[in-house]
């Protein structure tokens, strides 16, 4: 199980993963540390040199629980990009 927070960033030969990991209820209220069990896969296809959006997927104990719409996440890719 990924215990990490902030993102982190993989590339896979044509595949881009921002991998994010929020901080859980507990830790964002000052609660005390609990091991993250849920974060987020934002996959991005990478052709001629450019990433394009491809998918978010949100994990829990590695496995996938809900694969998110673009409307779900456009407005935080939109500030994860700078755009």
């Given at each position: 199980?990924?215990?990490?927070?902030?993102?982190?960033?993989?590339?896979?030969?044509?595949?881009?993963?921002?991998?994010?990991?929020?901080?859980?209820?507990?830790?964002?209220?000052?609660?005390?540390?609990?091991?993250?069990?849920?974060?987020?896969v934002?996959?991005?296809?990478?052709?001629?040199?450019?990433?394009?959006?491809?998918s978010?997927?949100?994990?829990?104990?590695?496995?996938?629980?809900?694969?998110?719409?673009?409307?779900?996440?456009?407005?935080?890719?939109?500030?994860?990009?700078?755009?």
């Amino acid at each position: 199980m990924l215990t990490r927070r902030g993102f982190d960033v993989r590339e896979n030969g044509e595949e881009l993963l921002a991998i994010f990991y929020p901080p859980t209820i507990e830790e964002a209220g000052g609660e005390g540390e609990i091991p993250n069990q849920r974060y987020y896969v934002i996959k991005f296809k990478i052709r001629n040199g450019l990433a394009y959006y491809d998918s978010t997927t949100l994990m829990e104990n590695d496995k996938p629980i809900k694969v998110l719409n673009i409307d779900e996440v456009e407005l935080w890719l939109e500030s994860f990009l700078g755009e």
